[in-house]
């Protein structure tokens, strides 16, 4: 220990690292970092499946966030550890390349990470299970491509992309308009999409919320919306057609910029002032007629004068819209940002075909739709619900539901879910284990196992018994070789997953199984724990 001092001449005291230092070697090493891994796997596994619970999860303000969604709840939660932020970030990737099957990939590594455990204690090496793990992975993606089916569908038949989306949602809270939610999601997609590249640009896919209303309402617009209104109540609420002026200036007479005083002392005076002044809003209002606006969006307000000048002259006109809303309608209409009169010419208007205010509900909330833009293929979900809680989570799940959507229009292929597809690898792995002669032959036995627990906390999940359920699911479909049997979860009375149209995309799934293994891989691989110890 030593004391010291810095440059302001405040003491602070050097503690020699290594007794600050706690250091874990070894099986010991291994040992704690499954544990952690274990632990967030667990939280996980409750949530998964379609009757999976929800998570109530309170932010460092209060603020309350209720989600299903895997990558959420782990991003919500405060996790120190290292090894279970490695869980997190596993979490994460999928979410970022995928979208979908957040929750089922942590299921998926904490399974691994007990199955090693298992290894390690009958005395195989790490190395050895890492290696299993790596070919038995292989196998499984390989088997999955085998097994999956390709998807026809075009712009007029787009159903199998609805109940794909479909069974995205059903794990969420807001099931219960699953059909119209799917619907609205791959109608975005196809607005959006680029068939022929076979690429879609999820960002011009905006995702509005705004609390009232039910569920049932949430629409999709094509265009754009903002949440303002027109500024008199007796203009058009609509304007087909529409012609857009967008300025960044004020609707008032300049102000100069430097220190000036006006002395009115005759009512003459006042008068030729007020004149000037209603003249000069005149020629911004006829300025904005002559180049053939039909509408009028402000950055700025304007006083009651022109306002009533404008209403007037049959010119609706918003007013206080942000920058960036701005930036959005110019960008979406084609049409350019004014900052002054002068400037105004016909081609910087921007075109859309319909711009409507609509009322909700008994407030005063209006919001305008500006729709069928001339220059962009962008659109906008609007989501309705009872609360904030409520709007968010719509708002993940409908992300879900557009990366489902995306990722079958950049790859076709689909496999069946409810377990199904996982048990169909695990026999195909445990098959392939015979093959190996050396010590991974057990690690690649272990991946199987680990791949039935899926299906087995889906199960569990939906209140049947989890051995019994996965066994005979399992045994059917070895006995007729066919990989649709999965878990029935909702209870509907078949476990073929075809009838149930129960479907998840492919490159999902074979994602899910190489990311769940990397990460197990690594944390094996580390064998050294050197971290600050508390005190
Ligand atoms: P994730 O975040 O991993 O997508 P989910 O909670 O959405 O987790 O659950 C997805 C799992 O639920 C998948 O394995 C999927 O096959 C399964 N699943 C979804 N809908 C059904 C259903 N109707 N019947 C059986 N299994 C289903
Ligand atoms: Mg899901």
Redesign the pocket.
């Known amino acids: 220990m030593a004391l010291a001092f810095d440059e302001f001449g405040r003491p602070f005291i050097i503690l020699r690292e290594q007794d600050q230092k706690t250091r874990l070697r070894g099986i010991d090493a291994q040992k704690a970092n499954i544990a952690a891994g274990k632990a967030v796997a667990r939280i996980l596994r409750s949530?998964?499946?379609?009757k999976?619970m929800d998570k109530m999860l309170q932010g460092p303000d209060g603020d309350i966030t209720i989600t299903?969604?895997?990558?959420t709840i782990l991003e919500q939660m405060d996790v120190d550890n290292q090894i279970a932020k490695l869980m997190v970030e596993l979490s994460r990737s999928q979410d970022y390349e995928i979208g979908?099957?957040?929750?089922?990939?942590v299921?998926m590594a904490g399974a691994l990470l007990e199955q090693a455990e298992r290894q390690l204690d009958r005395g195989i090496h790490p190395i050895r299970i890492a290696e299993g793990y790596e070919m038995a992975s292989r196998v499984a993606v390989e088997h999955l491509e085998r097994i999956s089916q390709k998807f026809e569908f075009d712009i007029n038949n787009f159903e199998p992309l609805v109940q794909t989306c479909m069974?995205?949602l059903?794990?969420?809270i807001v099931n219960r308009c699953k059909r119209s939610l799917a619907e609205i999601a791959v109608k975005a997609v196809l607005a959006v999409a680029d068939l022929e590249r076979r690429d879609v640009n999820l960002d011009l896919i905006k995702v509005e919320g705004k609390v009232g209303g039910k569920l049932e309402d949430t629409e999709l617009i094509y265009g754009i919306l903002i949440d303002k209104d027109m500024s008199h109540p007796q203009m058009p609420k609509q304007i087909e057609d529409a012609h857009i002026a967008i300025l960044t200036c004020p609707f008032e007479p300049p102000k100069p910029k430097t220190k000036h005083k006006v002395d009115i002392d005759t009512v003459e005076k006042f008068q030729t002032l007020r004149k000037q002044e209603q003249q000069y809003f005149d020629e911004m209002v006829q300025k904005c007629k002559d180049v053939g606006a039909t509408l009028v969006i402000c950055q700025w307000g304007f006083d009651d004068e022109a306002n009533h000048l404008l209403m007037h002259r049959n010119l609706p006109a918003v007013r206080w819209v942000g920058g960036v809303e701005l930036e959005l309608i110019a960008i979406a209409t084609g049409g350019r940002i004014v900052p002054r009169f002068q400037e105004l010419t016909p081609e910087k208007l921007g075109k859309a075909g319909v711009v409507r205010e609509k009322s909700f509900g008994t407030t005063k909330e209006r919001m305008l739709y500006i729709e069928h833009c001339a220059n962009s293929k962008a659109v906008t979900i609007f989501i309705r619900g009872g609360n904030k809680m409520m709007i968010e989570e719509t708002k993940r799940s409908i992300h879900?539901a557009l990366c489902v959507a995306r990722n079958l229009i950049r790859n076709k292929s689909i496999v069946?879910?409810?377990?199904?597809?996982?048990i169909a690898c695990s026999l195909a792995v445990d098959a392939a284990a015979d093959k190996y002669p050396g010590v991974e032959q057990y690690a690649i036995r272990a991946f199987a196992e680990a791949l039935d627990s899926?299906p087995m906390a889906?199960a569990e999940n939906s209140g049947l018994q989890p051995i019994e359920t996965l066994s005979a699911v399992k045994s059917q479909q070895i006995k007729e070789n066919i990989p649709f049997y999965?878990?029935?979860?909702?209870d509907?009375g078949t476990n073929d997953?075809r009838e149930?149209d129960?479907f998840?995309t492919l490159i999902g799934k074979q994602q899910?199984i190489l990311l769940a293994t990397q990460v197990v891989k690594m944390i094996l691989k580390i064998d050294d724990v050197i971290s600050n110890s508390e005190y």
């Open positions: 949530s998964l499946g379609p999976g299903n969604d895997g990558a979908d099957g957040t929750t089922g990939v299921v069974t995205t059903s794990s969420k879900d069946y879910g409810g377990g199904a597809a996982e899926v889906l999965g878990i029935d979860c909702n509907v997953m149930q129960v998840e899910q």
